[in-house]
């Protein structure tokens, strides 16, 4: 079984090629400190098993599932996080909270070769549960070919939804991803982002004004000179964010 490890602390890879050193039917192929060089370690070597750790700089666990896709078996590795751990075990994901002892660690690795070529849950979905309640997203990865994008939700124009994928639209370039509109509604902040329409999520610093288009429908225009149709009900829902805005002074 090719395993690749990923965690940002030293010690914390080598107690896992420890607990590995017993099993020859695991081949370690890979150890990475970060979340950049596990995106490339598993296109390149295409590993059945990853022990992710959640908790690194650059990018977390859940932007690298979101990057690698969900045809292998993933075993999170997290020193402490209630929400994920709530998370993992509504949506049967195999987790070793650290410090974990043998016995343990045996346990997991039974339950990743029963569950081998066992898709795990979309990655958004995951880690939307896994994340507490008021906590959104600050920034969003993209992977096109071999390059990842890190786009900071503050410079997000808008989204666009086309079919099963998102348009991340910002700064004159649109980014294609594999997650739903409405997946991306919950994981922005309510405060910065409103679904204007069935296929937009707009980013509000970004609005300059609201025209109408029809008797019935508005369009927002950007500071960047893009127009975006508005549902009736989006525009409901945008006027009374701009009351409950006006009021607030």
């Known amino acids: 079984m090719r395993t690749v490890i990923v965690d940002d602390e030293e010690l914390a890879r080598k107690v896992l ?7 020859p039917e695991i081949e370690v192929v890979s150890e990475c400190a970060n979340g950049f060089e596990a995106v490339k370690a598993v296109a390149e070597l295409k590993p ?7 908790q690194m700089p650059k990018l977390d666990g859940f932007e690298v ?10 075993v999170f590795v997290t020193a402490y996080d209630e929400y994920a751990l709530r998370a993992f075990e ?3 994901v195999d987790y070793l909270l650290k410090p974990f002892a043998a016995e343990r660690f045996e346990t997991t690795l039974q339950r990743v070769k029963q569950r081998l070529g066992g898709k795990l849950p979309p990655p958004a979905e995951l880690a939307s549960s896994a994340r507490p309640a008021e906590q959104f997203l600050e920034r969003l990865v993209v992977k096109d070919g071999t390059r990842v994008y890190v786009i900071p939700a503050a410079k997000l124009d808008y989204a666009e939804a086309q079919d099963d994928y998102v348009a991340l639209c910002t700064e004159g370039k649109k980014h294609l991803k594999q997650q739903t509109i409405s997946s991306l509604e919950t994981a922005l902040d309510p405060q910065c982002f409103l679904r204007i329409h069935r296929s937009y999520i707009v980013n509000l610093e970004k609005v300059t004004k609201i025209e ?3 008797k019935d429908n508005h369009v927002v225009i950007l500071t960047n000179g893009s127009q975006l ?9 945008l006027r009374a964010f701009l009351d409950q805005k006006t009021r607030r002074g």
């Open 17 to 23: 090629l420890e607990f590995l050193a017993t099993h």
């Open 48 to 54: 059945d098993l990853v022990f992710l750790d959640i």
């Open 65 to 74: 599932l979101e990057l690698i896709g969900t045809d292998r078996a993933v």
């Open 90 to 92: 509504i949506h049967a």
């Open 212 to 214: 109408p288009y029809s």
């Open 229 to 237: 149709p508005v549902s009736r009900s989006g525009y409901a829902r």
